[in-house]
C-alpha cells in the first residue's frame, strides 16, 4: 500500500438560510441569547467546524447505503461491514470506511486493515470567504432567530428561545484533502461528491426542518480542476437502482 498523492477539494459554502451550529459553552444571560453559534476563539468570528460536515456527511452516506438499521443508529463499524449481507450495502459501506476511516475500538487483522487503508479525507474548519469578508467590512453580524411553541387552542407563542444564527448570503471557504492510495477505485470521488450534493439537498447545523442550514457549493474544484458542472448533474440516489456512486 503507497500513498501516491494528496488532493485538495475546495469550494465556496454558500448559506443560502440561517446557519446555526451551536458553540455548546455560552453562559446564558438573562435577555440574552438562548444558543450562540460556534466561534473561533480568537477572532470571535463565526465558523463551520470540519467534524461537523464530516459527521454530517458521514451520516448522510450512512443513511444512503441503508446500514443505519444494522448499525442501530451507531456510526458505521468494521464489525457491522463485516456482518452485512447484501453485497450492494457492504460495497457502499467499505467505501464509507475508506473515507472516514474506522473507530479505534475496531480490531483489524493485517489483511483487513490493507483492505480499507488509512482514512482518505481530511476535513478543515471553514472561515468566513476572505473577500466576501472585506466586502463585509471585516465583521459579520449575526441575526437572532425566536423560535416559539404555539398553544394550538390559544394560539398563544409559548417559551419563546432566541438562536443566534450566521445570516443567509454568508460564504464560506470550504476546503477538505484526499490521500490517494495505490489501487484505490475512482468510485471514492464518486462517493465524497455524492454526499456533498445530499448536504445540498439536506442541510447543516440545527433545526434543518425549520428551514435552518440550507446550503450550496460553488466553485468547486480538485486541485485546480473544475468539477462543479460534473456536481451540478449529480444524482446521488442513482446507485440504488444502477449500481453506481
Not at 451520516?59 to 450492494?88: F, N
Not at 394550538?152 to 484533502?177: K, M, N, Q, W, Y
Not at 465524497?192 to 457549493?217: N, Q
Amino acid at each position: 500500500m503507497q500513498l501516491n498523492n494528496i488532493q485538495t477539494l475546495r469550494a465556496t459554502l454558500v448559506c443560502e438560510t440561517g446557519l446555526h451550529i451551536g458553540g455548546g459553552d455560552t453562559a446564558l444571560q438573562i435577555g440574552g441569547i438562548d444558543s450562540a453559534v460556534v466561534r473561533h476563539p480568537l477572532t470571535q468570528q463565526p465558523y463551520i467546524p470540519g467534524s461537523s460536515l464530516k459527521g454530517k456527511l458521514r451520516s448522510l452516506l450512512e443513511w444512503r447505503a441503508g446500514v443505519v438499521g444494522d448499525t442501530k443508529g451507531k456510526v458505521l463499524s468494521h464489525q457491522v461491514y463485516q456482518d452485512l449481507k447484501d453485497a450492494q450495502k457492504q460495497a457502499q459501506a467499505l467505501k464509507i470506511l475508506q473515507l472516514f476511516g474506522v473507530s479505534g475500538g475496531d480490531k483489524l487483522s493485517a489483511e483487513q486493515a490493507q483492505q480499507v487503508g488509512p482514512t482518505r479525507l481530511s476535513f478543515w474548519d471553514c472561515k468566513f470567504d476572505e473577500h466576501w469578508l472585506a466586502q463585509q467590512g471585516g465583521r459579520v453580524q449575526t441575526e437572532e432567530k425566536a423560535e416559539n411553541c404555539i398553544d394550538r387552542i390559544s394560539g398563544v407563542a409559548l417559551h419563546p428561545r432566541f438562536i443566534e444564527r450566521v445570516p443567509a448570503g454568508s460564504r464560506f471557504d470550504f476546503r477538505l484533502t484526499v490521500r490517494q492510495l495505490d489501487g484505490d477505485s475512482p468510485d471514492l470521488l464518486d462517493t465524497l461528491l455524492a454526499g456533498l450534493k445530499m448536504l445540498e439537498l439536506d442541510g447543516l447545523g440545527g433545526s434543518i426542518s425549520r428551514g435552518y442550514g440550507k446550503v450550496r457549493f460553488e466553485t468547486l474544484t480538485l486541485d485546480g480542476e473544475d468539477l462543479q458542472p460534473r456536481f451540478e448533474q449529480l444524482q446521488p440516489f442513482k446507485h440504488t437502482t444502477q449500481g453506481a456512486g
